[in-house]
């Protein structure tokens, strides 16, 4: 009876994860009368299967990153796949030739996602993130339907129906997904790194759904802008859905408890092959005013307001891109997307190799602002070019660079802000990646009135010169390592 007592007295307490096992299965009833009321809440979630044993923070942040990088892989490939340049073909050719029409659809896009971003923010605060997670793969299996529908049966109205359920799809998704990660990583060069996972991941799984788009297009027979044949390279891409909701399943609760001991372990998370990061000094900073103002709280507006301001500049142009290449250099639809999945494949690299090593020579702030101001040069320098083989190395560059940008500002933002509000800061980081498509319209307008779509471009640039004096202030608000 004493050995059994003792027994049932190591399984209450749990204080490693050698008590997985026991863990496991339900507890006691005499176990958990015993505990005090602020343990019933973790009993309930065991008794459920749906927490982790106390101690395991660690393996269960290991579990939510790995998971939530191989969602986002899968959401950016269906989005690349069936809602990316072979789309805006076919809306094009739907259309008959409106490049309004297409930016219509991408501004409803955007709208959409920007109306949301604060309520499923709060609704990740107010919640378990990993729980809106879960209802989004609900959104996500509609998603499938709608868009089958409206490609089959060519309908305008099912596709506004089918922009409207990914943009909440999409925006639920990497509104919570940023935040979850930096719930379970700790400050500094670590959760550069890990945000830096998710980066990659979004664009690998770009570049990996274009390279397939430009090996199927020629055997479907479809290397010609025409709907009819576009149509069913379109609907392939929609398998990859069950992938993308499939891990919401496995992501599990990390206990503020629990995150003490990320600093120790988080290191196989995001950095398996790298250096390992020491735990990063108090950022006292944060706690000092300017004009009245903490600076916790500017260096997060003005980071993200540059970035905002940013990809409303980007959204002239972006959605475009395939459509320029294929109309002043004469590009079929095969090339364009070898085009897009090597924009994607160099930006997935670039976000894993450079900006950390960036922000260990001159800190984030400041590599965030050096490779901005490139980027924007690199861009007016593209608009006077008329040679492909100039052109697009050009173009690649300045893309996967510019794309760094967002990651090291997501980083400043994580690191200035709690857990607590990180779901709402989470969806005003996402809207960098929906805002772009609210001046869509703007470009296809430009290109309609000019002609160019270099028009389209300098505005841009014009954008991005704005958004880079809005940045400026930070590198005086930061300390000079930081």
Known sequence: QGSRRSEASRGCRARDCHCQVQWSRPRPASCAVSTASADMTQALDLWAGSAEPPGCGRQAAARNVR?????Q????????????????????DLSHGSNTFVGILEGLRGGVRLSLALPLGSLADCVAKRSV??????????????????LTGNSKAMLVAVVVVWAVHSQAHEGTATSLAADCTTEGEQRTLAIGRLQAATFLGQAVARGLQAALVPLFGANAWGRARLKHILLLGLSGELAVCLPYLGLRRVAPADLAGLTAGATELVAAGGASPASPE??????????GWRKGFLVPVLAEGAQIITMFGSGASVKFLPLFFKADFGFAPAEVCAMMAALC?????????IPHRLERLVGKARAAFGTHVASCAALYVFTTLYDWRVALPLYLV????MNSVTQLTAAMVMDCVDSRSRGRWGGIVSLKAGVWSGTAF??????????????AFLATAGGHTVSALVLLPVLWLVPSGY
Not at 345 to 353: I, Q
Not at 442 to 455: I, N
């Open 398 to 401: 300045r893309f996967s660079a």
């Open 282 to 291: 108090p950022l006292s900073w944060k706690e000092e005013k300017c004009l």
């Open 345 to 353: 494949l160099g930006t997935a690299l670039y976000s894993v190799a």
């Open 133 to 150: 997670l879960r209802l989004n793969s609900i959104v996500g299996m509609i998603f499938a339907v709608c868009c089958c529908v409206a």
């Open 67 to 71: 998971l939530l990088v191989c969602s």
């Open 442 to 455: 703007l470009g296809g307008m430009l290109a309609d009135y000019t002609g160019d779509y270099r028009a």
């Open 73 to 92: 892989f899968f959401i950016s490939a269906v989005g690349a796949f069936s809602l990316g340049p072979l789309f805006d073909a076919y809306l094009l």
